[in-house]
């Protein structure tokens, strides 16, 4: 089956410091990933995507690539915010028998920015 | 443009009962799923309807169901509840169509206690 790994929080840094999360994945078929975030008392919010082998994906400063080879997703940003401070999902979907919207989740990662 | 609305945002059970959570999907958006948030297993998934029909099913008991009705709207509907069904239960909607698959939209979420 579909599974997803990431690494554990909380991940404590700086402001301006360098992001990366680190994000690997197991699938049967040929997966899109994506990056989701949850902000304190919100829902989850799509932060980038990439369906198919070295695609990046990008959004608000954040990058992924689609590492197929490694079958890895890292989150990556150059200069965290403040108001980064979240909970970042990883997560996969297989389009094999229409099941393109039931992703498999990692377990989160949080984000701790300081000031 | 309204976002994905769930209703109720917060309720207590008692062990036995059932509950059944609402959710309204974006204006145009033919794909429904619910997810189920625990701090221990993560992100889940329940199931996903599209067109009135169950397209997806996790891997959840029988306790748990759920229906979309012409406009869309979702139902779902945990019967028996346990202890272990508290959670923060998550509805996103989608447009499920060609590249758009997992891209989802999500509500804030319906917190279900369960004493």
């Known amino acids: 089956g579909n599974s997803v790994t990431q690494m554990e929080g909380p991940v404590t840094l700086s402001e301006e410091a360098f992001l990366t999360i680190n994000c690997t994945y197991t699938a049967t078929g040929y997966p899109s990933l994506f990056w989701y975030v949850q902000y304190p008392g919100e829902g989850l919010q799509l932060l980038l995507k990439a369906t198919k082998a070295d695609d990046k994906g990008s959004n608000k400063g954040f990058e992924a690539t689609y590492r197929k080879e490694t079958t890895s997703f890292h989150l990556e940003k150059g200069s965290v915010q403040v108001s980064d401070s979240a909970v970042y999902f990883c997560?996969?979907?297989?389009?094999?028998?229409?099941?393109?919207?039931?992703?498999?989740f990692g377990g989160g990662t949080r984000l701790m920015v300081k000031p | 443009k309204a976002g994905v609305t769930q209703t109720p945002r917060y309720l207590i059970k008692t062990r036995g009962q059932q509950v059944t959570l609402s959710c309204s999907p974006i204006?145009?958006?033919?794909?429904v799923s619910w997810y189920q948030q625990t701090p221990g297993q993560g992100l889940q998934f329940l199931f996903e309807y599209f067109s009135e029909t169950q397209r997806n099913k996790g891997n959840f008991p029988g306790r748990f169901s759920g229906r979309q009705f012409s406009n869309s709207r979702s139902e779902m509907n945990v019967s028996t509840l346990e202890l272990g069904d508290s959670a923060l239960y998550l509805c996103a909607s989608s447009r499920a169509t060609g590249m758009v698959y997992g891209e989802l939209f999500f509500g804030e979420g319906s917190r279900l206690t369960v004493l």
């Open positions: 204006s145009g958006h033919r794909s």
């Open positions: 997560a996969l979907s297989d389009l094999l028998n229409n099941a393109g919207n039931m992703l498999t």
